[in-house]
């Protein structure tokens, strides 16, 4: 068995659903596969003496879930005042409607088609719910509306789909970027070495300790699969398919077709800067 501690981001090991900081309380929802891993991750945040609560991502339209977060607040003492959203894929967002007509709240998103309610959210606003204070970090790469939100009461960054528990995300081309995808992940890092942040609490996947390993990892991958593809370009290789074939062959065929989203947005990337 793998030591959890050498896996990059050193993942917590043990149930998902549950208590993972001070403020934080995940509700784990019920569609794993291949792309959401053992499911998405619904947070439930709040101050430990607050008698209300911000959910983010409340996940799939799943109604025994969507219940279940607004019981898991309650048997807590919480009422769900705020619901966020970290980007508009359909397994964080697409039960995001029915969840605010079940805590009569507002949802608050970049991306004004999924907002309920006049308010948005901006790259650098603060929220700030009975005394909890969320930090917008705009990450987008994984999608053009992708956002983290930094919690510095407990040192750590709710990252979406922009860095996973475990493996590692895809750049959905063309709505994703590379080029953003970077910065995002460089924008992330100076959260660990200048905002000193240590946890990372995933849109899917354990919870990680070493929050500035998980981001070099990334780093490191993206740079690792970029040159990989450059290498396969130069050998012959011309089309996302052919490059995926080759390049991802030790990965599950099941996620080629993510996989090769993940290509397209790296040849864009290859040829933007003049590499291929």
Do not use: C
Not at 137 to 153: I, K, M, Q, W
Not at 232 to 245: F, K, L, N
Not at 261 to 268: I, K, T
Request: glycine share 10%; aromatic share 4%; proline share 7%.
């Amino acid at each position: 068995m793998t030591d959890a501690a050498a896996l990059p981001g050193q993942p917590r090991g043990g149930a998902l659903s549950g208590p993972a900081t001070p403020r934080a309380v995940n509700v784990l929802a019920p569609n794993p596969s291949a792309m959401t891993l053992d499911g998405t991750n619904t947070w439930i945040l709040s101050e430990p003496d607050s008698p209300v609560a911000v959910v983010v991502d409340p996940g799939p339209l799943d109604e025994g879930h969507l219940r279940n977060v607004v019981d898991t607040a309650e048997r807590s003492g919480k009422r769900v005042a705020l619901t966020l959203l970290t980007h508009g894929h359909p397994d964080h967002a697409a039960g995001a409607a029915r969840f605010a007509e079940l805590t009569g709240t507002k949802v608050r998103a970049l991306d004004p088609a999924l907002r309920l309610g006049d308010e948005g959210l901006t790259a650098g606003g603060v929220v700030r719910v009975g005394g909890l204070e969320l930090r917008v970090v705009p990450t987008p790469g994984h999608t053009a509306d992708s956002l983290s939100f930094h919690l510095p009461a407990d040192r750590a960054v709710l990252t979406g789909d922009t860095v996973l528990g475990r493996g590692t995300t895809v750049v959905a081309h063309p709505d994703g970027r590379l080029g953003d995808y970077l910065d995002s992940l460089r924008r992330l890092r100076s959260l660990t070495v200048d905002d000193g942040v240590h946890v990372v609490l995933p849109g899917h996947g354990p919870v990680l300790d070493d929050a500035q390993g998980a981001v070099e990892y990334y780093l490191a991958h993206r740079a690792h699969r970029l040159a990989q593809i450059e290498t396969a370009v130069e050998d012959g290789y011309r089309t996302p398919s052919q490059i995926v074939a080759h390049v991802y062959a030790d990965v599950d065929r099941s996620l080629w077709p993510a996989a090769e989203l993940s290509v397209r947005a790296q040849l864009d990337y290859l040829e933007e800067h003049g590499l291929i």
